[in-house]
């Protein structure tokens, strides 16, 4: 999809020039490319739910749902900071989106009153790789199941590049909010140890 190296291929980034075994994944016919306009990141114990919605037309639409792990989490964010970087380097600053007339921002119940959740999306696809490349106008994202015995792409999804920043900022806020609220050590992790016993 571009020509960057794609960190998520061995599972992790990798810096350096460090060659990349070759990856693939199988596109199933009833994956279709969705063009996204905004999104909607939750989180529980075990793993982030990103909602792709669309309001292009009406009914307003959650066009994709995808459920990864926070060690996946960790890795896209990482892989698309660079990804935003290498667009900045070829294109320059993505321009900002325009401000909603609105500056309240809406409960997380209002959207999804506005918005349509078909029945077979409701719980999402999961990913475990994601793939992802830029063009002047666009970032693209292939979420794909790693499972055994061959990949395959479980959601494309397409946003303008033009919201490709604020995506990655929702991102990284959602994942320190995560770390915030469910990473906590345990009680009594940082009292020094007791001193030891002589017998």
């Known amino acids: 999809m ?26 199933p016919e009833k994956v279709r490319g969705v063009y996204c306009t905004a999104q909607v990141i939750h989180d529980s114990p075990k793993e982030f739910i990103i909602d ?23 890795e896209f964010i990482a892989a698309y900071d660079k990804n935003v970087e290498n667009y900045t380097k070829s294109f320059g600053a993505p321009p900002a989106p325009p401000k909603p007339p609105d500056e309240r921002r809406p409960s997380i119940e209002e959207i999804y009153e506005h918005y349509k959740l078909a029945d077979d999306m409701h719980s999402g696809v999961y990913a475990n790789t994601v793939l992802m490349g830029h063009s002047p106008t666009e970032f693209f994202f292939d979420f794909i199941t790693g499972f ?4 395959a792409v479980s959601a494309r999804v397409i946003i303008p590049a033009p919201q490709g ?9 959602s994942l320190q909010q995560f770390q915030h609220r469910y990473m906590k050590p345990p009680p009594g992790a940082g009292d020094a140890p007791p001193p030891p016993s002589n017998p």
């Open 52 to 74: 792709f919605m669309q309001g292009l037309s009406r009914p307003f639409q959650v066009v994709a749902r995808v459920v990864i792990t926070p060690a996946t989490m960790a």
């Open 148 to 151: 055994y015995p061959t990949p």
């Open 2 to 27: 571009s020509d960057q190296p794609n960190p998520f291929a061995q599972g992790e980034p990798t810096p350096g020039p460090k060659e990349q075994a070759p990856f693939s994944a199988r596109v």
């Open 165 to 173: 920043p604020r995506f990655l900022t929702t991102l990284k806020g």
